[in-house]
């Protein structure tokens, strides 16, 4: 019997504005459940933005830090969150088939990802029972709000590599009394560039959710989507 060997596509898109990224995710997510496009894993930078989650509380955005900040109401699970540069984000399009098909494991995988991503630059990250996302200290480093239509995921996890963490003080982070954040700069003696660590991530990603390879796409064949995009199906969502 001939062995399928699972690939995980990669794509680096450098700096994108969330509206941008948050249509290429739409159309990819459309093209993944016909088949059209491999389990995908996009990785990038935001401009400063504040999101919220589909069914996210405003009074968690306590200020927009700046007028030119925008804030961006989406649907993903979770939320007030912020986005900006020096932070990884990470939007998987992914089918979830067979035993993958549990939203809990799933989440968990994406921790998982990030713990081992940070353990390689000697960052000892943990979880907290009750709440998603990956934790140094009591303080948040990375945070996670997904989307998954028909059993294809969007969205995914954003981890703080070396942010401005002033922009954090705007908002009540993923609606947690008292949650401060932090990130890999604060953390650690050496400098690390976001695409440095972007390479530690998609390797941690693809080795926990089973890939055996991943393979660098060329972004221009994905934003080429975007003029065939579907109109998406109802949406699960959970939270950051």
């Not at 900040?69 to 998987?92: D, I, M, N």
């Not at 994406?110 to 960052?123: K, V």
């Not at 000892?124 to 998603?132: I, M």
């Not at 990603?205 to 994905?222: I, K, N, R």
Request: charged content about 25%; some cysteine; aromatic content about 6%.
């Amino acid at each position: 019997m001939m062995h399928s060997t699972r690939i995980l596509n990669v794509a680096n898109l450098g700096t994108v504005e969330y509206p941008a990224a948050l249509a290429l995710q739409n159309a990819m997510v459309a093209a993944r459940q016909v088949d059209a496009i491999s389990d995908t894993l996009l990785l990038l930078e935001h401009p400063h933005v504040f999101t919220l989650g589909r069914g996210a509380d405003e009074r968690f955005l306590l200020s927009r830090r700046a007028s030119d900040v925008p804030v961006c109401r989406v649907s993903r699970g979770g939320e007030v969150t912020y986005h900006g540069p020096g932070q990884l984000v990470g939007y998987a399009i992914l089918k979830l088939e067979g035993r993958e098909r549990d939203v809990h494991r799933y989440l968990r995988n994406i921790e998982e990802a990030m713990l081992r991503a940070l353990a390689d630059h000697e960052i000892a990250a943990t979880r907290r029972e009750g709440l998603t996302g990956v934790w140094v200290g009591g303080k948040k480093i990375g945070s996670i709000g997904v989307g998954i239509k028909r059993w294809t995921t969007c969205h995914g996890f954003a981890l703080n590599v070396c942010p401005d963490l002033s922009y954090f003080s705007g908002i009540v982070p993923c609606g947690i009394d008292g949650c401060e954040m932090t990130s890999i700069k604060m953390l650690s003696e050496k400098e690390l560039r976001v695409d440095e660590f972007a390479t530690t991530t998609r390797s941690r990603f693809a080795e926990v959710f089973g890939y055996e390879e991943s393979v660098t796409v060329d972004p221009a064949t994905l934003w080429q989507l975007i003029a065939s995009d579907a109109t998406a199906p109802e949406e699960q969502h959970r939270n950051a």
